[in-house]
């Protein structure tokens, strides 16, 4: 069984309809850009509740991170989702209370009771996250809550002034300022048949989704720092027992803080901050103090980054790949060197086709045919016969000429000349003429 590191990111979310407010939904995630598009139908994917188009689009009202595992997470999820059944919550504190549906058998005449969800309000969605963040089994969890519409964050403020108890001050509660900056712009995407005719809306440029690290990408300052302690042996005894401390010894913490060289056991700093809580209830601590440097150190970010280091090879290999230069791009750059250097030789071409024309144009204004010469047509090697006096005429003109003047049949047929028009002969006006004696 392959034992796989903390994840980097897992959050629950709520969600609510822009058509219609009253319409709610709760889930979770690892990526809420991507469950959102999935959501409103712009990628494959999503819940049968939020597929109807009469509701989309959705948006994400808040969300709940800081999970130390992906199956706290669906556990939390449940409960928010479940909270008239589960057994987070006392039964003298819950807040939502069970509806009993009575379906009768046709058949038999039986009756059958079954526990049924009852509708909430979004009151009632944060008054009973609230109440999540306070029971026994969630309130010592360093959750944060984010919220992204300021009138949701408005009835968690009023709710959270008429409730007598109150939160862990470990557990932060922010308003997302770029959701306030940024006005709600719709854009035009491509229909399809699950959005034909309705709005979409720019929620991951708006939301203040797009600035969320669904990686590891937080940690990798801290993680770079550990690894080179440890491959270069600075690591020699633990701060606080004073013990050695082996090179492959796995169970180690490091001080985050760049300039504080503080490595302990797993152990040691846990029953440290533990006294510094004293609390004798308490087996998991929630932060503390670093022993040399004094600053105040998070127990998930500490055991998020040694997760990481023991078991997440692929994950390392990953975070600290350096970028390659797409293929694309110099493929664009050389075609566009081809394309500039076979512009310069067309524009050097036609200059001088230009000047060749108009020696051409020169020579062929020294040519002057009798008035009465009818042209003939186009003979079969491409070139057009003028007849002319030979006084007129000079030899040289005629030999440029027929020099410069490309054979038709060569030419592409977009480039060759258009057909000569139908000789027509028209009556001389001296067939009027009077004979004078």
Avoid at 1 to 9: E, G, R, T, V
Avoid at 320 to 333: D, I, S
Avoid at 402 to 413: A, F, G, S
Wanted: charged share 30%.
């Amino acid at each position: 069984m392959d034992l796989k590191p903390i994840p980097a990111f897992y959050c629950c979310y709520l969600l609510r309809s822009t058509v219609r407010h009253a319409s709610l939904y709760v889930g979770s995630t690892t990526d809420p850009r991507r469950r959102l598009a999935q959501h409103n139908g712009n990628s494959k994917g999503g819940a049968v509740r939020t597929a109807k188009n009469s509701l989309r689009p959705w948006e994400v009202t808040c969300i709940v991170t800081g999970f130390p595992s992906n199956i706290a997470a669906l556990q939390f999820e449940w409960a928010w989702q479940n909270t008239h059944l589960t057994r987070r919550i006392a039964d003298e504190q819950r807040i939502t209370v069970c509806e009993t549906k009575v379906r009768t058998s046709p058949k038999t005449g039986r009756s059958r009771k079954r526990p049924a969800r009852p509708r909430t309000s979004l009151v009632d969605k944060l008054s009973n996250l609230h109440l999540l963040l306070r029971v026994p089994s969630f309130a010592r969890w360093p959750l944060e809550v984010c919220f992204f519409s300021e009138d949701v964050y408005q009835v968690w403020q009023r709710w959270s002034d008429r409730i007598d108890g109150n939160i862990r001050g470990g557990i932060k509660i922010v308003l997302d300022q770029k959701a306030l900056a940024d006005p709600v712009i719709e854009i035009e995407v491509p229909l399809n048949n699950q959005t034909k005719g309705m709005p979409q809306h720019k929620d991951q440029e708006t939301s203040g989704l797009e600035s969320i690290d669904v990686g590891y990408g937080a940690l990798k300052p801290h993680l770079e720092k550990s690894l080179f302690m440890l491959a270069e042996s600075e690591i020699n005894e633990c701060a606080i027992c004073m013990h050695d401390i082996a090179p492959t010894e796995a169970t180690v913490v490091v001080c985050p803080v760049q300039n504080c060289r503080t490595a302990t056991h797993l152990t040691c700093l846990s029953n440290q901050f533990l006294e510094e809580e004293d609390q004798e209830t308490v087996v998991i601590p929630t932060s503390g103090l670093c022993p040399t440097c004094k600053t105040e150190l998070r127990w998930v970010d500490l055991i998020k980054e040694m997760s990481l280091r023991i078991r997440g090879e692929k994950n390392i290999a990953r975070l600290m790949k350096k970028p390659r230069e797409r293929k694309t791009n110099a493929k664009k750059l050389s075609k566009l060197h081809s394309t500039t250097i076979r512009d310069d030789d067309d524009m050097s071409h036609e200059h001088d086709d230009g000047n060749r024309d108009d020696d051409i144009d020169s020579e062929e204004n020294e040519v002057v045919c009798p008035i009465d010469v009818v042209d003939e047509p186009r003979i079969n090697d491409g070139w057009r016969r003028c007849d002319s006096d030979e006084d007129v005429m000079s030899t040289t003109s005629v030999a440029s000429d027929l020099t410069i003047v490309p054979r038709l049949e060569n030419l592409p047929r977009s480039e060759k000349a258009a057909p000569s028009l139908e000789i027509v002969i028209e009556d001389s006006d001296w067939d009027n003429a009077e004979v004078l004696d």
